[in-house]
């Protein structure tokens, strides 16, 4: 038996992939459902390896790609790609992120408007990145807690973990010393005469910021990062930013319902990439915040690889590391 403090985004990823290679698990989880107690539901779901690399090592781009075909599994991709536009006084932004970033193709005016009508005359250039896609965060963890269920894992929720466990995948409350909170602050819209059908990033040169689409007519607007350990509700001005930019992409976003205002802290530790961490003889997965749903897949096989280690892997020959 595999014992799993926490039943977010990290210890489900594990736990799904220690059950496809035979073993038993139990996941404690403090919350009362999926994903209920998990910062994991104020991501964007932005599974955009080649945008990440503007920023990120070329890793997080090689392994971040393999990301598309272990979510289908699971739960609904949506393959339409990226689009990254900027506002004309900021044409230098989008010029630096395309000579950082691989994958994307110029776009002009009229083939903006014949990826998103709804963007038609706004904005003069873009960049596409074709082969990337989106989920929904909260939907896909529903998902894949069903399927570990599925697949015979237990997850006993409202239950305090044992002290010792064989992986911690609690984020901020591990004890890891290396971890710092990274902000993520989000709202979600409601916008009926709308409609955006891929991920868009709007590039600003303090905090780019992206616009991600959801069921009818609903989209979720955060910051790529927000330095910051506070735990209060969102700012009067990062809501602003937040709101101005929604409007910014369109103006109609101005008419919009505020469905849902939220902040949480995700674990980071110095250089933004997730880790395997082994402290008092526990093995611990975290710092998946900027990337999470992107590298947990990745992340999840290779602490199942650690934990499980005499179980054959015909995967093994195709993974890096």
């Given at each position: ?48 390896p080649?945008?990440?690399g503007e ?9 971040g ?87 015979g ?14 992986l ?50 609903h ?41 849902e ?10 250089d ?11 093995l ?10 992107l ?9 199942a ?5 005499q ?11």
């Amino acid at each position: 038996m595999i014992t799993i403090a926490g039943a977010g985004l990290a210890g489900l990823a594990t736990a799904y992939e220690l059950l496809q290679r035979g073993a038993e698990v139990t996941l404690f989880e403090s919350g009362s459902a999926p994903g209920a107690a998990s910062v994991a539901r104020y991501a964007g779901g932005m599974l955009a390896p080649f945008c990440e690399g503007e920023s990120a090592e070329e890793e997080v781009v090689t392994l971040g790609s393999r990301a598309f075909e272990w979510w289908a599994k699971i739960t609904a991709v949506h393959r339409r790609g990226t689009l990254v536009v900027a506002p004309p006084r900021d044409r230098a932004e989008l010029s630096r992120f395309a000579r950082r970033t691989r994958g994307h193709q110029l776009v002009e005016r009229a083939e903006i408007a014949e990826l998103e009508p709804a963007l038609s005359g706004r904005f003069a250039t873009g960049l596409f990145f074709r082969d990337e896609a989106h989920l929904d965060p909260r939907r896909a963890i529903v998902d894949l807690a069903q399927m570990v269920e599925t697949l015979g894992g237990q997850i006993l929720y409202e239950t305090p973990a044992p002290r010792q466990v064989d992986l911690n995948c609690t984020g901020m409350a591990a004890p890891l010393s290396a971890l710092r909170p990274v902000r993520g602050e989000m709202a979600i819209l409601h916008c009926q005469e709308v409609n955006i059908r891929r991920t868009l990033r709007l590039l600003h040169p303090r905090i780019p910021l992206y616009l991600v689409p959801r069921d009818d007519h609903h989209f979720m607007i955060g910051a790529t990062m927000v330095e910051s350990s506070s735990t209060r509700a969102p700012t009067l001005r990062a809501v602003n930013e937040l709101l101005s930019a929604a409007f910014a992409l369109h103006p109609a976003f101005g008419e919009a319902s505020v469905v849902e205002l939220g902040a949480g802290l995700r674990p980071a530790f110095a250089d933004n990439l997730p880790r395997l961490v082994e402290q008092d003889g526990v093995l611990h997965l975290n710092g998946l915040y900027r990337h999470g749903f992107l590298l947990a897949p990745e992340m999840a096989h290779r602490a199942a690889a650690k934990l499980r280690p005499q179980s054959a892997d015909i995967f093994a020959k195709e993974r890096i590391g």
